[in-house]
């Protein structure tokens, strides 16, 4: 096969597994409100990737109990789905997880107002996803790594209207396809210029979390959900990319390929 039908086959099969995550996250997202708990969703992700055949990757990666990371308010990622944890008027919960159909990787996450969201939950969220969008909007062959983590940090911690937001450091994107975790690692802060220089064909799964006060996290004793040590809120946002000849292709938004 040659390279460019290789390239083809990859790009085809990551466009079908971020189809699916975008799917799944839709379903999830429909269920979210008041009373809801996180059990509920994750089971709702898990289903929505079972019945189109493919596997929610995210159960059991590295021990992990279930299809999907539900983390709210103060929790920053990796929170344990729960019966117990019922969704409540103002809450800002963040759904992650990752896809596999076909052999092929895609990870996804969204944060969503339970009912009316708090002033600073929206702008918060609103913030992740803006910083989001202008990394992936820089992205081509020959940009850097280095070049990703500034543009995203640029926008978190920009102050508008008096309002900035701190990014998370301790954690990161990372390559993403045929395996779960792939190099390279994509810090959402850097220096433009330095890291690894992006080429076409490379996948990457770019997810900056931001939080409304200090960075700094500390695990729970259940071995996998951490939070802000201050009990300031964090929003998260993450698409699957995939650099292409001349810039790049989201997977995992609805209609984006």
Same mark, same amino acid.
Request: proline share 5%; aromatic share 4%; hydrophobic share 45%.
């Given at each position: 096969?040659?390279? &460019?039908?290789?390239?083809?086959?990859?790009?085809?099969?990551?466009?079908?597994?971020?189809? *699916?995550?975008? *799917?799944?996250?839709?379903?999830?997202? &429909? /269920?979210?409100?008041?009373?809801? &708990? +996180?059990?509920?969703?994750?089971?709702?992700?898990?289903?929505? =990737?079972?019945?189109?055949?493919?596997?929610? /990757? +995210?159960?059991?990666?590295?021990?992990?109990?279930?299809? +999907?990371?539900?983390?709210?308010?103060?929790?920053?990622?990796?929170?344990?789905? &729960?019966?117990?944890?019922?969704?409540?008027?103002?809450? #800002?919960?963040?759904?992650?997880?990752?896809?596999?159909?076909?052999?092929?990787?895609?990870? =996804?996450?969204? !944060?969503?107002?339970?009912? @009316?969201?708090?002033?600073?939950?929206? %702008? %918060?969220?609103?913030?992740?996803?803006?910083? *989001?969008?202008?990394? =992936?909007?820089?992205?081509?062959?020959?940009?850097? =790594?280095?070049? %990703?983590?500034?543009?995203?940090?640029?926008?978190?911690?920009?102050?508008?209207?008096?309002?900035?937001?701190?990014?998370?450091?301790? #954690?990161?994107?990372?390559?993403?396809?045929?395996?779960?975790?792939?190099?390279?690692?994509?810090?959402?802060?850097?220096?433009?210029?330095?890291?690894?220089?992006?080429?076409?064909?490379?996948?990457?799964?770019?997810?900056?979390?931001?939080?409304?006060?200090?960075?700094?996290?500390?695990? *729970?004793?259940?071995? $996998? !959900?951490?939070? @802000?040590?201050?009990?300031? $809120?964090?929003?998260? /946002?993450?698409? @699957?990319?995939?650099?292409?000849?001349?810039?790049?292709?989201?997977? +995992?938004?609805?209609? !984006? /390929?």
């Amino acid at each position: 096969m040659t390279r &460019s039908a290789e390239l083809a086959a990859a790009f085809a099969g990551m466009r079908a597994a971020g189809r *699916l995550a975008a *799917l799944a996250m839709e379903a999830a997202a &429909s /269920a979210v409100r008041p009373g809801t &708990s +996180t059990a509920d969703l994750d089971a709702i992700v898990e289903q929505c =990737i079972q019945e189109h055949e493919g596997v929610a /990757a +995210t159960k059991g990666m590295r021990g992990f109990p279930n299809a +999907t990371c539900i983390s709210v308010n103060h929790v920053v990622c990796h929170g344990i789905p &729960s019966a117990a944890k019922k969704l409540a008027p103002g809450d #800002l919960v963040k759904i992650a997880f990752k896809a596999k159909l076909g052999g092929w990787h895609a990870g =996804i996450a969204r !944060s969503f107002h339970v009912g @009316t969201p708090t002033p600073r939950g929206r %702008l %918060l969220a609103e913030r992740a996803e803006q910083a *989001l969008a202008a990394g =992936i909007a820089m992205l081509r062959p020959g940009m850097t =790594i280095g070049d %990703l983590g500034h543009a995203i940090q640029a926008v978190a911690e920009a102050r508008v209207n008096g309002v900035g937001f701190a990014v998370v450091r301790d #954690l990161g994107g990372h390559g993403i396809g045929r395996e779960f975790f792939m190099e390279p690692h994509v810090p959402h802060h850097g220096t433009p210029g330095q890291g690894e220089r992006l080429e076409e064909g490379m996948f990457l799964s770019v997810q900056p979390i931001l939080v409304a006060g200090r960075p700094d996290l500390k695990t *729970l004793p259940d071995g $996998w !959900s951490m939070v @802000t040590r201050d009990r300031g $809120w964090a929003a998260q /946002a993450e698409d @699957t990319v995939g650099i292409t000849a001349d810039g790049v292709e989201l997977f +995992t938004r609805p209609g !984006s /390929a």
